[in-house]
């Protein structure tokens, strides 16, 4: 497993692996890697960058690396569903790219996007859980968007049974089985009713939120610490779709997610509160 620095990590314990210090531009941390390797899953990414450029660096740049590092290893890419839409923003371009990368592999392959991803260890969502415990669950004024969400103990699942049983090299998606996904409203509900709290529906103005974008985009490039939030990502967070489309790989694997959204809401916020994030 590559990992970038010793810290102890929640999410690591119990897991019984040889860790190796580095990330996608070490070339000989990646050979030592890789050495030997049958399989590959590469779940590695940049979400949040400094530059626009950076994206590219790291998402398109360090796969083709790890890709040429094992040529015969089975090679499975997780990606996002923000591959399906590049020209929101250099992010998903980098995840679109990253998988044509892979789609050229001479060796057996997989790639399998993701929708947003939740559960016990992640830090993105952990800002939203908090908003909804101090009674306010923001969203996005105007936009009728959809979501599908998975719980991360059901992704992993669902990635152990592709390496296992592999189906025919393509690009495949997965989420938690819901059709058509979830409002922004489904969400605050659900996660209200997990944290013990109705929390109000803030609906954020989009000239609002790509005001505070744009602030965000300053302090990165000024050197502080790097902001989610970008203009770019102010486009991604009101594109209109972001559920499943392709249920093949479900079908394929037979794969029948663990957990939905409310208990799944449920058990993270325990766990937020067990490490005394919440």
């Known amino acids: 497993m590559l990992v970038r620095r010793w810290s102890p990590l929640p999410s690591l314990e119990g897991i019984a692996a040889d860790m190796v210090l580095g990330d996608l531009s070490d070339e000989a941390a990646l050979k030592r890697l890789v050495a030997g390797a049958d399989a590959v899953v590469h779940a590695a990414g940049l979400i949040k960058a400094r530059r626009p450029a950076d994206f590219l660096t790291v998402n398109r740049d360090g796969t083709a690396l790890l890709s040429a590092l094992a040529p015969d290893a089975r090679f499975l890419l997780l990606s996002s569903l923000a591959a399906r839409e590049p020209q929101l923003s250099p992010y998903a371009a980098s995840k679109r790219a990253a998988e044509e990368v892979v789609a050229g592999r001479s060796g057996p392959w997989l790639t399998v996007r993701a929708p947003a991803v939740y559960g016990p260890g992640d830090r993105e969502t952990l800002a939203y859980f908090r908003s909804v415990a101090g009674g306010l669950a923001p969203r996005p004024k105007g936009a009728d968007a959809r979501l599908s969400l998975i719980h991360v103990a059901d992704l992993a699942e669902a990635l152990a ?10 690009i495949y998606e997965i989420d938690d089985g819901k059709e058509g996904g979830y409002s922004y409203r489904d969400m605050a509900r659900l996660a209200g009713e997990a944290v013990g709290r109705r929390a109000l529906s803030l609906a954020i103005p989009r ?8 602030v965000n985009a300053l302090n990165n490039s000024l050197g502080g610490s790097v902001q989610i939030l970008t203009p770019d990502k102010v486009k991604e967070i009101f594109h209109a779709d972001w559920t499943v489309h392709d249920r093949r790989l479900a079908g394929v694997l037979g794969f029948h997610p663990g957990h939905d959204l409310a208990g799944g809401f449920r058990e993270t916020i325990l766990w937020y509160r067990r490490q005394g994030w919440l």
């Open 161 to 170: 049974l592709a390496l296992n049983q592999p189906p025919p090299p393509s």
């Open 207 to 214: 000239p609002v939120m790509a005001l505070l974008a744009r």
